[in-house]
């Protein structure tokens, strides 16, 4: 019996990398499409996964899917960061919306295709303040980037509706975890000016808050989600709300460091508060986020430095 096809779109990235890790072990045949404009091809193994560099805005990457006809997609490759969107609102609309429609369109006629699992984010509620949000809350971006995701949400459901496509899209809280040094997060800020012995800087006051969700919790329930039913909007999160500040000072302790923060004015496009609540994806699944933020915090700080010796509180 031929074995499912997976295809991840950026596979080679943050995220991405992580969920082909936890599949090349599976029954699943695992293909990887990915321009690495952000990605390394050296975070997924060559000899067991299957690469096609390409920008899945491309017909390349259209006819690709064509042909390949995958069981599942995990749909990861994405323009991700707020402030860029918020300076480049074109090219953040062109890979979020024209670059996830082209992989949807290439999708939704394919034979025996099962399930296309679309990575979303909090930040589609933008400064929504009836937390904890539910899958229901009213969406109101403060972002390019969190337009740019409720739209192409938007298509996946339409899609759905026209041609019974499957799918689960999937509303991230913050993710961290070991990154690369290119990224914006605030955890990933923050590790990079301490190390240097350098003030971490925050936006604001400090005291907004997020729900943060470590990596290899989201990574499971990507896997998860081509199984998940009913179709629709789930949230993954830990439930939780942690200030920056609390953030600042878990890593602090753990690096043995009392460096002065440098406080900045607040940004446009932030928001101040978030929290999702995630029952509906754990009612539906055998999922449960598995690491505490201080728990994760030592994950993240050991995978970033191997010589750090940090203790589990």
Same mark, same amino acid.
């Given at each position: 019996m031929e074995k499912n096809k997976i295809l991840i779109t950026g596979g080679c990235g943050f995220i991405g990398s992580y969920v082909v890790s936890m599949l090349v072990n599976t029954p699943y045949k695992i293909f990887v499409l990915d321009n690495l404009s952000t990605g390394q091809k050296e975070n997924i193994p060559l000899d067991r996964v299957s690469l096609t560099v390409c920008d899945i805005r491309s017909e390349e990457a259209y006819e !690709?899917?064509?042909?390949?006809?995958?069981?599942?997609?995990?749909? /990861? &490759? +994405?323009?991700?960061?707020?402030?860029?969107s918020m300076q480049e609102q074109p090219y953040d609309a062109d890979i979020n919306i024209?670059?996830? /429609? *082209?992989?949807?369109? +290439?999708?939704?006629?394919?034979?025996?295709?099962?399930?296309?699992?679309?990575?979303?984010?909090?930040?589609?509620?933008g400064n929504n303040t009836d937390l904890p949000l539910t899958e229901c809350s009213t969406t109101t971006p403060t972002s390019p980037y969190g337009q740019s995701k409720l739209v192409g949400e938007q298509?996946?459901?339409?899609?759905?509706?026209?041609?019974?496509?499957p !799918? +689960?899209?999937?509303?991230? &809280?913050?993710? !961290? =975890?070991?990154?690369?040094?290119? &990224?914006?997060?605030?955890?990933?800020n923050f590790w990079r000016r301490l190390v240097q012995d350098k003030s971490p800087e925050i936006f604001g006051t400090g005291n907004q808050t997020r729900d943060f969700i470590y990596v290899e919790?989201? +990574?499971?329930? /990507?896997?998860?989600?081509? *199984?998940?039913?009913?179709?629709?909007?789930?949230?993954?999160?830990?439930?939780?709300?942690?200030?920056? *500040?609390?953030?600042?000072?878990?890593?602090?302790?753990? /690096? =043995?460091?009392?460096?002065?923060?440098?406080?900045?004015?607040?940004?446009?496009?932030?928001?101040?508060?978030?929290?999702l609540a995630n029952d509906k994806f754990v009612k539906h699944t055998n999922w449960l986020p598995e690491e505490t933020i201080h728990s994760g915090l030592v994950k993240t700080i050991i995978g970033t430095n191997n010589q750090l010796k940090v203790g589990v509180k």
């Open positions: !690709y899917i064509k042909v390949l006809q995958p069981n599942y997609v995990i749909h /990861l &490759a +994405a323009q991700i960061d707020v402030q860029t024209m670059g996830t /429609l *082209n992989v949807i369109q +290439a999708c939704k006629d394919l034979p025996n295709f099962k399930k296309f699992v679309f990575a979303s984010t909090a930040a589609v509620y298509y996946l459901a339409l899609v759905h509706e026209l041609y019974r496509l !799918y +689960a899209t999937l509303r991230f &809280a913050n993710v !961290y =975890g070991k990154k690369n040094h290119s &990224a914006n997060d605030v955890i990933t919790d989201i +990574a499971r329930a /990507l896997i998860e989600a081509i *199984n998940v039913f009913p179709c629709g909007v789930y949230n993954i999160s830990t439930n939780e709300q942690t200030s920056i *500040n609390k953030v600042l000072g878990i890593m602090n302790d753990l /690096l =043995g460091n009392d460096i002065p923060v440098k406080k900045l004015p607040e940004r446009p496009g932030d928001i101040l508060d978030s929290c």
